[in-house]
């Protein structure tokens, strides 16, 4: 701009124009830009995590709401079960339904002889597998001695391989014309071209690559050096020496064993499991029967090759040759897992469910409910508007603050020394639990219930008086059911966080394993949040399946509670 | 017998209310409202006298008689089983149990004896009560009655009734919290002073001691069992994994909030601020299945790309997803803080000529600093208090280290494994968890103490 006339201060120019003073123009609003940025980095940032946390539990969690089964025809015997008690659902539930089923899937896959096939053969099952088949007989004894085709429950590790295979399996069409020594033990195929060749190849390939693979580990291994793993990096050196050895031998015949992936062959409706390869023929034991031993034509039979090693996997070459049989077979059904829902816990993971758990939490919140509505909105109507002014109502409301933000586990102690301790109360109780969870939320619905008393204008108050109502006629009578709306999103909003808390009930004892499903207020009982902490202990794939499909329950009522609260809010909202 | 009480109870309830209310319409005559009290009023009057006789005489009553009938019963068995406290539990559930049918197996002739004189002395008992419950309320409905007259001021009386029951709801948040300082304070002393108790250590072992080894005698004559109640490394653990949920949470909460208050438009609030709520409403037992099951595996799998030896419940996942969880704390109270920053201050940093970003620097963040502060304070009390996250994610072994990819146990995560399973009250492993929920009760106590006064000075200054 210009200078102004007549002083002679030194002049003062307002600099926007020259280059320097646009750099730092630029500098500034690069400034201001990085830092709106930081601010979209950190919502993105925290919107990501949640949105993988969700993803992460409804992908764990959506296989356990299905249920893999065979649906077969089993053959009841007539002399099942006694024939004067044929019409008794005791004995008809009390009967061993074992053979049963072992004799529909023996039936299913034939000529199983072997003692430990049988084994493999109905490990396949749950120990539950004839749960249905019982309630059908129960219900209609008139089909004892006749054949049902009922739903059989597969076991957990069988219905995981329906639900995420544990192996890419490779088919290949075999080229030359094969022929079997034998249908069932050790037996030998001869091919009229040299088809074997290539899975010399593969498996040296294989061996090559997991050579590498241990050699990557050693080293990584002895950069932390320490004598503890001496030991470890010695064993992994010599097996990359064996696995080299192997690599570079000319051999043609090449041994598998379970560190490599597994080949088998399938021929004349049998299933063969190779132990050991050369170009033109091959040795293996027979996993699944022949049904000749004639000669198959080029086409008519294939390699199969189980990519993943069989000792890094949970069900062996025999299992899967039985569970892909099974599903050829058609008699693999995918089905709606109603068990989870209406079963309490069990130690199988296939059997477990969430009924016991949803129940206790049901009594639990029940008896915080009937608790805390009552004193919370009685308290907060008190300390609103009839407490004096004084010392013990000032420390009653810093108190409640204060109390809102104890850690949970504290009043797990509080009940722990005073309910269990003192007054004797039963443990694992949900009456004990529910009483716990009062004192936890308490201070939620108060300070809730005094915001919403507040809320409404003093004038209602006053025109009540006015017309020669009472104080309390007109709390109770006109302030209180305006503020209702209020205080009923409060207490959801306390309900809701009563309903997911854990770390309290852990300590009054409700972490005891309960199979029955609570009637009462003083059974053992679990609830929702503490059934997932104990399944997410366990050691078993399924159960985590499990905790997942249990976690998506308690989210979809925690959802179902906040969005009542929010309704409720957005309804009844009233701006005076 | 409880259905037949509560039965009564519900009849002259109803009965009460009735009698009175109709006797006080009755004397109202010729139209004119001649009655002081509504007539309700005088219904509800001998209706509370019922309730409050009835419940009173029901608790106090069947405890009473529930001891007894235990006492005596038991005296049958001999005073050798009245003396020993373990034979007198399990006679006494023996007796229980013979008594309403449950037991399993042939029971001694003296243990029939017992359990007869049990039942019949608690059926005469109850019975008593139910007499004694019925006369008091009859004789409390028959006062109120009798008492009703035009000038009677039956609403005052009921009014004061309801405001004692009223103030008596209001300390049920005092009781609480007495409650829960007596109950740990009672513990904690025994821990450290009671001659009786095997191992327990001094205040300053306590509170110096490095090694963290509570084992409970299991036998009275393990007398010398090594234990240790070192308080350090559950303290450095919970540090450490506070530390590191802070470093997470601070910069992506404080900088939410700060965006939200001063730079997103009300669409963008409505859209962002949910998200912000749905992770503060996830359990915590969620986010720990998270932090065990997936996070940590993940770190796990990092660090061994680049060459690091991480330990399967690392200090460092448990944090990550404790500092996720107090995400929504952090923003939401300094979002509040934030926006009660008079708009002056902004309009003067504008005048100014500053940016937006200079005048959130320089102007509103150390006008808001206190209430950050205590927000932060808070959000640390929180992840101290912690537990279901640090229980499934981190570790029980107490190292001390400060290196956040090894395990570390926290001061939540030992009361867990000490007071899950069966306990005695008796020993230094369990009383010890208590000590421990003492320190967690006072640390926590004094954080929010400060916080809360902080925020309500700050409040005052600019409302």
Not at chain 1, 407 to 414: N, R, T
Not at chain 1, 493 to 515: D, K, N, Q, R, S
Not at chain 2, 86 to 111: C, F, Y
Not at chain 2, 134 to 148: K, T, V
Request: charged share 15%.
């Amino acid at each position: 701009m210009t200078d102004i006339a007549g002083t002679d201060a030194p002049a003062f120019r307002l600099d926007m124009t020259s280059d320097a003073a646009k750099r730092r123009i630029r500098k500034r609003y690069a400034a201001e830009a990085r830092f709106k940025s930081y601010g979209l980095v950190a919502l993105g940032v925290t919107t990501l995590f949640v949105a993988a946390l969700v993803f992460d539990i409804i992908r764990n969690g959506l296989p356990a709401f299905t249920q893999h089964s065979l649906t077969m025809d089993v053959a009841v015997p007539a002399d099942f079960v006694p024939a004067d008690k044929r019409t008794d659902p005791v004995a008809i539930r009390s009967a061993d339904y074992f053979p049963v089923t072992r004799d529909a899937l023996k039936a299913a896959i034939p000529g199983i002889e072997s003692r430990q096939g049988e084994r493999t053969l109905t490990r396949v099952l749950s120990s539950g597998a004839a749960d249905e088949l019982r309630d059908r007989l129960a219900a209609d004894p008139s089909l004892i001695g006749r054949t049902v085709k009922v739903p059989l429950l597969l076991s957990d590790d069988a219905d995981l391989y329906f639900k995420a295979p544990s192996t890419p399996i490779v088919k290949r069409g075999g080229v030359g014309t094969a022929t079997p020594s034998g249908t069932t033990g050790e037996i030998t195929i001869l091919t009229s071209s040299n088809d074997f060749a290539a899975e010399v190849v593969s498996i040296k390939q294989a061996a090559k690559a997991k050579a590498d693979t241990l050699a990557i580990e050693a080293a990584r291994l002895s950069t932390f050096g320490g004598q503890s793993l001496a030991p470890r990096i010695a064993e992994i050196n010599a097996e990359i020496a064996e696995l080299r050895a192997r690599v570079d031998s000319p051999k043609v015949e090449e041994v598998l064993d379970g560190k490599l992936p597994s080949k088998l062959v399938e021929i004349n409706g049998g299933l063969v499991k190779l132990t050991k390869i050369t170009d033109i023929s091959v040795a293996g034991e027979v996993l699944l029967p022949l049904t000749s031993a004639a000669e198959a034509k080029p086409g008519d039979w294939r390699v199969v090759t189980y990519t993943t090693p069989e000792s890094n996997r949970k069900v062996s070459d025999l299992e899967i040759g039985f569970l892909e049989r099974l599903r050829e077979k058609g008699f693999v059904e995918n089905r709606f897992n109603t068990r989870f829902f209406t079963a309490g816990d069990s130690r199988e993971p296939e059997l477990a469910g969430i009924r016991g758990a949803l129940i206790g939490s049901l009594l639990t919140l029940f008896v915080t409910l009937a608790l805390c509505v009552p004193i919370g909105v009685l308290a907060a109507v008190y300390l609103e508007e009839f407490a004096p002014k004084n010392r013990l109502t000032d420390i009653i409301e810093v108190n409640i603050n204060n109390l809102a933000a104890v850690p949970s586990i504290v009043f797990g102690l509080l009940g722990l020394a005073v309910f269990l301790n003192f007054f004797n109360f039963p443990r694992s109780a949900p009456l004990v639990g529910g009483l716990v969870l009062a004192l936890l939320v308490l201070p939620t619905i108060i300070i809730a219930a005094r915001a919403a008393l507040k809320a409404v204008p003093p004038s209602i108050k006053e025109a009540a008086l006015g017309v020669g109502a009472s104080h309390q006629q007109a709390v109770f009578h006109h302030v209180l059911p305006l503020a209702m709306p209020g205080i009923m999103t409060g207490t959801i909003i306390g309900m809701a966080h009563a309903l997911g808390e854990t770390a309290p009930l852990l300590m009054i004892g409700m972490v005891a394993f309960i199979v029955d499903v609570p009637g009462a207020l003083t059974d053992a009982a679990t609830v929702l949040p503490v059934q997932i902490y104990l399944w997410s202990d366990l050691p078993e794939q399924a159960f985590k399946l499990k905790t997942a499909g249990a976690i998506m329950v308690l989210l979809g009522f925690l959802f179902l509670m906040n969005g009542a609260a929010i309704y409720l809010r957005k309804k009844f909202e009233r701006r005076w | 017998m409880t259905s037949l009480y509560f039965l009564t109870l519900a009849i002259l309830v109803a009965a009460a209310f009735f009698l009175g209310r109709q006797r006080a319409q009755s004397l109202i005559t010729g139209g004119a409202p001649s009655l002081h009290s509504l007539p309700s009023y005088h219904g509800m009057l001998p209706m509370s006298a019922v309730l409050v006789a009835m419940l009173l005489t029901y608790v106090i009553g069947t405890n009473v008689v529930a001891k007894y009938a235990e006492s005596s019963a038991l005296a049958m068995l001999g005073a050798e089983t009245v003396a020993d406290p373990l034979k007198r539990s399990a006679g006494l559930r023996d007796i229980q149990n013979i008594a309403t049918g449950k037991h399993s197996g042939e029971a001694s002739a003296m243990l029939k004896d017992a359990a007869q004189q049990f039942a019949s002395s608690s059926a005469l008992g109850n019975w008593m009560v139910y007499g004694l419950g019925s006369l008091l309320a009859l004789i409390g409905m028959g006062y109120f009655i009798s008492r009703i007259s035009p000038v009677y001021r039956a609403r005052n009386i009921f009014e004061k009734l309801i405001l004692v029951i009223m103030g008596i709801c209001a300390t049920v948040a005092i009781l609480t919290t007495i409650g829960i300082v007596f109950s740990v304070l009672f513990e904690t002393y025994r821990f450290f002073f009671d001659p009786a108790l095997k191992g327990r250590p001094t205040v300053s072992q306590f509170l110096f001691g490095t090694e963290w080894n509570p084992q409970a005698a299991l036998r009275a004559d393990q007398g010398d069992i090594k234990t240790a109640f070192g308080f350090v490394p559950l303290l450095t653990g919970t540090l450490l994994i506070t530390t590191i949920a802070i470093i997470v949470a601070g910069p992506l909460g404080l900088f939410s909030a700060i965006y939200l208050a001063e730079y997103a438009s009300p669409r963008f609030r409505a859209i962002a601020k949910p998200i912000l709520e749905v992770l503060a409403g996830i359990p915590t037992v969620v986010l720990g299945f998270f932090a065990a099951l997936t996070v940590a595996p993940l770190i796990r799998g990092w660090g061994e790309q680049y060459g690091l030896d991480v330990a399967s419940e690392s200090a460092l996942a448990a944090g990550l997803v404790m500092g996720m969880m107090i995400i929504p704390f952090i923003s939401s109270l300094s979002d509040d803080v934030i926006n009660s920053v008079p708009q002056s201050l902004r309009d003067g940093a504008y005048a100014l000529g500053a940016t937006k970003s200079e005048t959130i620097k320089n102007v509103i963040l150390p006008a808001a600093l206190p209430g950050i502060v205590s927000a932060f304070m808070l959000a640390i009390s929180r992840a101290i208090g912690e537990t279901m996250i640090v229980v499934m994610a981190a570790g029980l072994a107490a190292n001390l280290t400060a290196n956040p990819l090894e395990a570390v146990t926290t001061i939540t995560v030992q009361i867990k494994t000490i007071l899950v399973g069966d306990q005695e009250f008796d020993s230094a492993k369990t009383l010890a968890a208590f000590a421990l929920g003492f320190v967690l009760f006072v640390v926590t106590l004094i954080l929010n103490v400060i916080a809360l006064q902080v925020v309500r000075r700050y409040r005052e200054q600019y409302d």
